[in-house]
């Protein structure tokens, strides 16, 4: 997230805290105002440098959202499966995937195979 000022035909500047991202249909980037603040000569009285402090507000507004896309996993390794139960999930590729897509290995595989004629699934194959 980041502040943005915003000419208004009046000549005043306007504050507004707006967020870029990727449209999945249309694959174009827009941008959506994530809270309004106001006019700048407005804010002033309010703050001495009413730039600076929104922007440090942008920034934790960015850095909370990232902590909230974090998850923890606990495990027991001293618990034991029972027998005869179909319980039993297949996590074993879960990091290795994780690692693989935060690396973009999916996304290059896939360039890279954007423009030849293979009669299989590069990204598959390398998944495997």
Do not use: C, W
């Not at 174009?28 to 922007?55: C, M, N, S, W």
């Not at 290795?96 to 973009?104: A, N």
Request: aromatic share 8%; hydrophobic share 35%.
């Amino acid at each position: 997230m980041n502040l943005s000022i915003l000419p208004r035909p009046n000549d005043r500047k306007y504050l507004s805290i707006m967020k870029s991202f990727r449209d999945p249909e249309t694959k174009k980037t827009r941008v959506k105002q994530i809270k309004a603040l106001g006019y700048l000569d407005v804010l002033e009285k309010e703050y001495t440098d009413p730039v600076a402090h929104f922007r440090e507000v942008a920034r934790q507004m960015t850095e909370a959202e990232k902590d909230g896309k974090n998850v923890s996993l606990n495990l027991s390794m001293d618990e034991e499966l029972v027998p005869g139960t179909d319980d039993r999930r297949n996590l074993g590729y879960a990091a290795i995937m994780k690692i693989y897509h935060e690396l973009l290995l999916h996304e290059h595989f896939a360039a890279k195979a954007r423009y030849q004629k293979f009669e299989f699934n590069t990204n598959s194959i390398m998944l495997l």
